[in-house]
Nanobody, 126 residues
Framework: QVQLVESGGGLVQAGGSLRLSCATSQRTFRGYTLAWFRQAPGKEREFVAALRWSGQSTGYADAVKGRFTFYRENTPNTVYLQMNSLKPEDTAVYYC???????????????????WGQGTQVTVSS
């Protein structure tokens, strides 16, 4: 069982930045596709960004493209979501997800991911 733990959420003013982290209980994310989703009150969970560990391919929702960056550093069991130029509409609970069998055409679909973190709250004030 893969466990995911998100951290880095908080309250920030519009225009500010936050960096979210997602760490796994396993030694590495190698072979996995990782993703961030978010869910605002009363709304469905929506895709934010995805990263394929091998090759480091990334994809972003149009709403965050150019402002958010999903990346990994040298730590093999942690990934990061850098969020810049935050807007009040970015307010949501952000979830990290992982799966080892997703194909690229499906990586925006939350039901394709087997493993989820508990979520971290991001609140952007105007």
């Amino acid at each position: 069982q893969v466990q995911l733990v998100e951290s880095g959420g908080g309250l920030v003013q519009a225009g500010g930045s936050l960096r979210l982290s997602c760490a796994t209980s396993q030694r590495t994310f190698r072979g996995y596709t990782l993703a961030w989703f978010r869910q605002a009150p009363g709304k469905e969970r929506e895709f934010v960004a995805a990263l394929r560990w091998s090759g480091q391919s990334t994809g972003y929702a149009d709403a965050v493209k150019g402002r958010f960056t999903f990346y990994r550093e040298n730590t093999p069991n942690t990934v990061y979501l850098q969020m810049n130029s935050l807007k009040p509409e970015d307010t949501a609970v952000y979830y990290c997800a992982a799966d080892s069998t997703i194909i690229l055409s499906s990586w925006r679909q939350p039901n394709q991911y087997d493993y989820w973190g508990q979520g971290t709250q991001v609140t952007v004030s105007s």
